[in-house]
């Protein structure tokens, strides 16, 4: 098993637990991919999810940071 560093990932994603739900999507993502295009992945799938969001390579949403941010939206346009 490969030593992820916590703090490289918490830089990232402040919640611990919504990392690790992120890269577990990006892993299913990447299978979902290989086995599409029958490509082989060098390595460990979930290894290569952590990798790439530790590089900012993956893209997530926090869905109650995005309400806020439309909401404020909505208020700045009502003034």
Do not use: C, H, W
Not at 36 to 50: C, H, R, Y
């Amino acid at each position: 098993m490969t030593y992820i560093p916590r703090n490289k990932v918490t830089d990232l994603i402040p919640n611990k637990f919504q990392a690790i739900k992120i890269a577990a999507l990006e892993a299913r993502r990447l299978n979902e991919r290989a086995l599409t295009f029958n490509v082989s992945v060098p390595g460990k799938i979930t290894t290569l999810a952590v990798k790439r969001l530790m590089e900012g390579k993956v893209e997530y949403y926090d869905a109650k940071e995005r309400a806020r941010l439309m909401r404020l939206e909505r208020e700045q346009e009502q003034e």
